[in-house]
């Protein structure tokens, strides 16, 4: 029987579906440190990870190793140069979780704009004594300017949802959409530099990777209105988590909802001292049919890719296709 490594705890049953096909070392507790993972990998022929880094020398460690399944739509913890010199197949777990990390994205710009987060820890201090007119005043959303970084699946996700409030729609993107996306959401594509002086709610959801590193850093805060909020919903690191802390602090901006974080999960320190932003762990995708749908076509992708199965040999979300049949080296 072929082995596999289960690198984090994920649902129990999904367990049990690969063990039907492979003998599974699984780790059902804290994230493995490299030396580890690599010691662990060893001797597997497969593994599932989710966000767990895996570069040249974890590879070189991992003789047999022929697919990595990441239980998660972005991998930028994968050094794909290195998968493709060691011939080795990534998979993602695109799709799945479009709409309820959309959902999401929605919750926490419009928890940050209207202040939900700051003003429910107020109450909850005891601080409500009576009504006023000026409590707790945020900004609109409905009828305001939506700027949407990354206008992938995720993004067109949350451009669809923008109708409902009679927003304009800006986005900006590596490459423009074709214009028949662009006309079925009614979204305008503009430079990023526009985007931030325009957009009363920018929101974040484009892959990390070196050339999106800070792609929001003190400049472009600078560019954004006073009155706007920023959610990111992508990755850590493509915001300057310390040039954010600063804008939020002089009220530079309005608000700030960030589900991810540089180094998480540590936060930056002074984000959990500011009022006007909205923290929450990494979990956009955290519904129970998203998460469980996400585990699954990470097995899915195993399963196929070690050529058992009923789709042996298809993998259905290839990051590298091209290493599929090829030996490993
Ligand atoms: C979550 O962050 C994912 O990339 O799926």
């Known amino acids: 029987m072929q082995k596999i490594l289960v690198a984090r705890p994920i649902f129990p049953d999904v367990v049990e579906r690969l063990k039907q096909y492979f003998e599974v070392d699984w780790n059902d507790g804290p ?28 590879l070189a460690q991992a003789p047999r190793l022929r697919v990595v399944a990441n239980m998660a739509v972005g991998y930028n913890n994968f050094d794909m140069p290195a998968f493709n010199a060691a011939g080795v197949l990534a998979t993602n777990t695109p799709d799945v979780l479009n709409e309820a990390t959309a959902d999401f994205g929605w919750a926490l710009m419009m928890a940050c704009s209207r202040r939900i987060a ?8 005891g601080e409500w004594r009576a009504w006023r007119y000026d409590g707790f005043l945020g900004g609109d959303v409905y009828g305001a300017t939506l700027g949407i970084i990354g206008m ?35 979204a305008e594509y503009l430079s990023k530099e526009d985007l931030l002086r325009q957009a009363d709610h920018v929101v974040l959801v484009l892959p990390y990777s070196a050339q999106s590193h800070h792609t929001i850093g003190a400049q472009e805060l600078a560019l954004m209105k006073p ?9 850590g690191g493509i915001v300057d988590d310390a040039a954010l802390f600063e804008a939020l602090r002089d009220k530079r901006i309005a608000a700030a909802g960030l589900d991810v974080f540089e180094g998480e999960p540590n936060v930056h320190p002074g984000l959990l001292t500011v009022p006007n932003v909205v923290l929450t762990p ?43 049949g090829k030996a490993r080296s």
């Open 31 to 58: 994230a493995l440190d490299s030396d580890e993972l690599a010691r662990r990998l060893a001797d597997k022929d497969g593994a599932i990870t989710v966000g767990d880094p895996i570069g040249a020398a974890t």
């Open 118 to 125: 700051e003003s429910e820890h107020w109450l909850r201090a």
């Open 152 to 186: 992938g699946r995720i993004g067109q996700a949350l451009a669809r949802r923008a109708s409902g409030f009679a927003m304009r729609v800006v986005y900006h993107n590596r490459s423009r959409v074709a214009p028949e996306i662009e006309a079925a959401l009614g």
């Open 227 to 235: 009155t706007a909020t920023l959610t990111n919903i992508a990755r």
């Open 282 to 324: 990494h979990i956009a995708s955290a519904t129970e049919s998203t998460r469980r749908a996400m585990a699954n076509l990470a097995a899915d992708n195993l399963i196929a890719a070690l050529g058992v199965g009923p789709r042996a040999g298809q993998p259905p979300n290839p990051i590298n296709p091209e290493v599929l």
